[in-house]
């Protein structure tokens, strides 16, 4: 058959449950498709149209995926914008993309005033905007100039002010477009018409919504959760009989905490996707023992992609982020550019098959390319003989002790494997003979003892060479967003801050 869509679907079965709200709720593949062509219809009423933007800053819920399903189809660009980012951030990226109209939840329609967009809420609607169930009201039929959309996505602005990252709109009708997504799915093995998804981290992350949503077109039941919890979704696993999902190694980390993890049933997993950030190997060798062999792993980032690895081969090669894509090639290049040879460490750099621009920054634009059509967003890594990419780190996480590149992410991965860390970020600080030293800051596991340090750092010496390990070690909760990213910036940046510059 061809790849489906959800108007298949539609066509085919409209009582069929396609999504179900953390509350219970539920909505057919009839009441997707209907939501989808009355908000479409709306907002080209709303004066949206052919290449204009709409920001969506959301709660997790199905007006997410209502949107993602609407803008696919009218050629405009959706814009995700993070809930909790503070009000002038959401008003710089609202401002940056130009949105015509913004959709947010009630708790953050202050945060999204101020702009010329028109404003929809959902919730509690204020005096000055609409009611999200006005735009999704009045006829249902398709609207007559469909075309396909895209995603502008936002960077998370970790050495400035974030970026839209945009595309040129496709020159197609939509469904070819939001079944090559679905596609994307079946990367994995997953299969058409037969699977559960649990949405288990924040829609406003691009992979989130995108996994979601494809998996509406791929025929699978979509099921919400609201706030993420180890025990919440794991109760959720055993009551849908859940397949596969999208998630981050800090979710897996805090999954392996759970005590009598055998009191759930959790033998219907299949492709439980991961990605974001590097997954200590410890972590997915205890995952896999006791999921079995349903751990999927990619990379890629919000500019694109990337790597894809099974667990079978993960288990051969562990520590691997997997293999190109299909659609992609990857390579090792030296700060001066020259090709690197198997296992040499450098930055790494993507080759899709459709191009970007960071929206109105040409600089960084141009410095993002090279000439041969190959991109970075900053990581570095090798790759073996066999072609399978190994990270380290973020570049500009890297830390230079004594001219020694250190990279933070093979300490954290060590450190985290100690009975008392529960989190832990790795970083470098001012030295003044060495010009930086590792400096690390565990979230313990239980109460702060007294030489609970000196115990750490002497156990890391036993698993990291000596110039690798933390030279002091602070206590504290770490500044994760809801998403699982670090923000290692807060951490960081204070012991800089009176060289007169912030380390970035």
């Not at 979601?212 to 696993?237: C, F, N, Q, Y």
Request: glycine residues 8%; negative net charge; aromatic residues 8%.
């Amino acid at each position: 058959m061809d790849l489906p869509t959800l108007a298949l679907w539609a066509q085919t079965d409209r009582d069929r449950v396609a999504v179900i709200e953390h509350d219970g709720t539920t909505y057919s593949t009839g009441d997707l498709i209907d939501a989808s062509h009355r908000i479409a219809r709306n907002l080209r009423a709303a004066g949206v149209g052919v290449g204009d933007a709409v920001a969506v800053c959301l709660k997790n819920g199905p007006e997410v995926i209502k949107m993602a399903l609407a803008t696919s189809q009218m050629g405009v660009y959706l814009v995700p914008v993070n809930r909790h980012l503070a009000g002038p951030e959401i008003a710089y990226i609202l401002q940056d993309c130009g949105a015509k109209a913004v959709i947010c939840s009630d708790s953050v329609a202050d945060k999204c005033a101020g702009t010329q967009a028109v404003r929809y809420v959902v919730g509690d609607v204020p005096a000055d905007a609409r009611a999200f169930a006005e735009l999704d009201s009045g006829d249902a039929s398709p609207i007559a100039d469909r075309t396909a959309g895209a995603t502008m996505t936002y960077t998370s602005g970790t050495t400035g002010k974030p970026k839209g990252v945009r595309r040129p709109l496709p020159p197609a009708p939509p469904e070819p477009i939001v079944s090559a997504y679905a596609a994307f799915l079946l990367m994995y093995g997953m299969q058409i018409n037969s699977g559960v998804h649990l949405v288990v981290s924040p829609m406003y992350h691009t992979a989130v919504m995108y996994f979601a949503t494809s998996a509406v077109h791929l025929g699978h039941t979509v099921v919400i959760m609201d706030k993420w919890t180890p025990e919440g979704m794991l109760d959720r696993i055993q009551e849908h009989r859940v397949t596969n999902t999208h998630m981050v190694p800090t979710q897996l980390v805090r999954l392996l905490d759970v005590e009598d993890k055998e009191r759930w049933d959790v033998s219907s997993l299949q492709h439980m996707i991961h990605s974001a950030a590097p997954c200590p190997v410890h972590v997915k060798h205890a995952m896999l023992e006791w999921w079995g062999p349903c751990l999927y792993e990619y990379y890629a980032a919000s500019e694109g992609g990337g790597t894809m690895v099974t667990p079978q081969e993960w288990l051969e090669r562990p520590g691997t982020v997997g293999k190109a894509w299909a659609t992609a090639e990857i390579a090792i290049f030296d700060d001066d550019g020259h090709r690197l040879p198997p296992d040499a460490i450098g930055t790494v750099y993507i080759k899709m098959q459709q191009g970007f621009e960071y929206h109105e920054d040409k600089a960084k634009t141009e410095k993002a390319w090279r000439t041969d059509g190959f991109f970075t967003v900053g990581d570095c890594g090798y790759m073996d003989a066999d072609g399978y990419l190994f990270l380290c780190d973020r570049k500009i996480d890297m830390i230079i002790s004594g001219g020694v590149n250190i990279y933070p992410a093979e300490i954290e991965s060590a450190l985290i494997a100690h009975p008392r860390v529960r989190d832990v970020a790795a970083f470098g600080i001012p030295d003044p003979d060495w010009g930086e030293q590792v400096k690390a800051v565990v979230e313990p596991k239980g109460e702060v003892t007294e030489g609970l340090d000196a115990e750490i750092i002497a156990w890391a010496r036993t698993q990291l060479a000596h110039y690798k390990c933390p030279k002091s070690i602070d206590f504290a909760e770490l500044p994760r967003d809801p998403n699982g990213k670090l923000r290692k910036r807060l951490l960081r940046d204070p012991y800089w801050a009176d060289r007169g510059t912030q380390q970035i």
